[in-house]
């Protein structure tokens, strides 16, 4: 059984930092891109970092230098480091994994809130 599990969300005041992390079962790890989406109250899904199975991560310009994003394939865990947070940062924090070598197989966590705010 696939699953994806966000955690690490919660309610952090402008400037401060939170990690989340992505725990995957039930596939090959190692071989899928990671990716994660944000989606803020009344907005679309909008990709936030993605890390491929193999080469360079990307960042959406909102979030350059601020985030972090890594993998550690022998723990099967997605990683966001989160600094200088932004109240515009809030939103519902998704990872998700993709993977094109026999068609698109894509799975999606359930989500992790994320709340910017004095």
């Known amino acids: 059984q696939v699953q994806l599990v966000e955690s690490g969300g919660g309610l952090v005041q402008p400037q401060g930092s939170l990690r989340l992390s992505c725990a995957a079962s039930?596939?090959?790890?190692?071989?899928?891109?990671m990716y994660w989406y944000r989606q803020a109250p009344g907005k679309d899904n909008d990709l936030v970092a993605s890390?491929?199975?193999?080469?360079?991560?990307q960042y959406a310009d909102s979030v350059k230098g601020r985030f972090t994003i890594w993998r550690d394939n022998l723990q099967r865990t997605l990683y966001l480091q989160m600094d200088s947070l932004k109240p515009d940062d809030t939103g519902v924090y998704y990872c998700?994994?993709?993977?094109?070598?026999?068609?698109?197989?894509?799975?999606w966590g359930q989500g992790t809130q994320v709340t910017v705010s004095s």
């Open positions: 998700a994994a993709r993977n094109f070598d026999n068609g698109i197989q894509e799975f």
């Open positions: 039930g596939f090959v790890f190692s071989s899928y891109n």
């Open positions: 890390i491929p199975a193999t080469g360079a991560t």
